[in-house]
């Protein structure tokens, strides 16, 4: 099992700067993927970016690429999304998540363990 625990959200305006970060404890060698998904009221969840563990490589949506970095410190067991420029249509609860995969990792199907989300939101 991988427990994964998100923090750093909260409320930004727009234009604005947050970080978030995602701490994983357990199996954690069992994960070669992490991914941050998000929520937005109403809406499916949908996603956002990943990192493969060993490497380094990334990955991001159209939405949200050229604003938001994933990097992640393995020592710490932490990944991290550094969101710049935020928009209103920022606004959602954001989810980390762990995937032995190391393809496909947009589709939320491919992740094995979730976090319990953080909120973020952004004002005008």
């Known amino acids: 099992q991988v427990q994964l625990e998100e923090s750093g959200g909260g409320l930004v305006q727009a234009g604005g700067s947050l970080r978030l970060s995602c701490a994983a404890s357990?199996?954690?060698?069992?994960?070669?993927?992490m991914g941050w998904f998000r929520q937005a009221p109403g809406k499916e969840r949908e996603f956002v970016a990943a990192?493969?563990?060993?490497?380094?490589?990334?990955q991001y949506s159209d939405s949200v690429k050229g604003r938001f970095t994933i990097s992640r410190d393995n020592a710490k067991n932490t990944v991290y999304l550094q969101m710049n420029t935020v928009k209103l249509e920022d606004t959602a609860v954001y989810y980390c998540?762990?995937?032995?995969?190391?393809?496909?990792?947009?589709?939320?199907?491919?992740?094995?363990?979730w976090g319990q989300g953080t909120q973020v939101t952004v004002s005008s």
């Open positions: 998540a762990a995937t032995h995969s190391i393809v496909a990792v947009t589709t939320q199907n491919e992740y094995d363990y």
């Open positions: 357990g199996r954690t060698f069992s994960s070669n993927t």
């Open positions: 990192i493969r563990l060993s490497g380094g490589r990334t």
